[in-house]
């Protein structure tokens, strides 16, 4: 489990805080997704994670272990693959791997079976001998995501892992990067694609302005404290009904209702019945995770 407990951050000379009291409980072998807007703190939190900053409040462990211990102790527990492209395209694929695979401390047939496991993981062995400078988009994402898992972190930090990449390319990363967490690996996942994020987390943070807004399971993130409720009718709504459920006539006998939550739908339902008044159809609104962000950041992902 990764612990995040109370870390604030403020970059020299900078007016506010880069990260305000974040606090965040990350379960072992799932995939995490850290969402917000440009300049909310995603990136000085994952550079946090990684050991590129130091903490100036707060507490970060790895299973109940301080992270500056938990590198001490094993230098490959934790990897970033960043959102640039993190190898040299000069070298093949295989030389890259090699390459990052010796800086890691690996050698000998330790060196030769990682190696190899990362091809296999990428599919990369139809390129093997390719210089990385002439591999596709989706070739290169790949080889990025195989060089972070050479040391088999046990905390991998995947920043837009699928930026620029064709729909299969896209395809088959989130299907490695959700297999993950059946080999241990907890994965920490920056996104700007929404749809990605509801596809393969386990659990979901949404932070702005270095301060946590939202955090929980997919589900609990969706869930709307005030559910609206679209209504067509055979007659005008009721005045008193109207009272109660704060309304506005979208046209004709249509109407936009706020429910205090999705259990008033019922009693609403049996008033109408009560005098009268005709449904004709219904539609309780159901949010998508972008609706959600928009609510609570109000600005887009990519602002």
Not at 26 to 41: D, H, M, Q, S, T
Not at 69 to 90: C, G, K, N, S, T
Not at 101 to 128: C, H, M, P, Y
Not at 232 to 255: F, S
Request: with cysteine; proline share 6%.
């Amino acid at each position: 489990m990764l612990l995040i407990d109370g870390v604030s951050y403020r970059y020299r000379d900078a007016a506010s805080a880069a990260l305000q009291n974040i606090s965040l409980n990350i379960p072992a072998a799932a995939v995490y997704g850290l969402l917000g807007p440009n300049g909310a703190g995603k990136t000085t939190l994952i550079s946090l994670l990684a050991g590129l900053l130091t903490a100036g409040v707060g507490r970060i462990s790895l299973n109940g272990q301080l992270l500056p211990a938990v590198r001490a102790a094993d230098p490959r527990a934790i990897a970033l693959v960043p959102q640039d492209y993190a190898f040299y395209p000069m070298l093949s694929v295989a030389e890259n791997l090699r390459f990052f695979a010796g800086a890691l401390g690996l050698n000998g047939s330790e060196l030769k079976a990682q190696t190899e496991a990362a091809i296999a993981f990428g599919r990369l062995d139809q390129v093997v001998g390719k210089r990385a400078e002439c591999l596709s988009g989706g070739l290169r994402r790949r080889l990025n995501l195989a060089i972070g898992l050479l040391g088999k972190p046990r905390l991998l930090l995947l920043d837009e892992p699928t930026v620029g990449v064709d729909p299969q390319s896209r395809h088959f990363l989130l299907d490695a990067i959700a297999a993950l967490p059946a080999t241990g690996t907890t994965v920490i996942y920056t996104s700007h694609y929404m749809e990605e994020v509801e596809a393969i987390c386990q659990k979901i943070a949404i932070v702005d302005q270095g301060q946590l807004l939202a955090e929980g399971t997919l589900d609990s993130i969706l869930q709307c404290p005030e559910p609206v409720l679209e209504l067509h009718l055979a007659q005008p709504l009721p005045d008193a009904i109207a009272a109660r459920y704060p309304a506005v006539a979208t046209g004709g006998l249509k109407y936009r209702l706020k429910l205090p939550s999705t259990a008033a739908l019922p009693r609403l339902l049996d008033e109408l019945a009560a005098t009268g008044c005709e449904v004709c159809d219904l539609n309780l609104g159901q949010h998508n995770l972008e609706q959600v962000f928009m609510r609570l950041t109000k600005r887009s992902l990519r602002d």
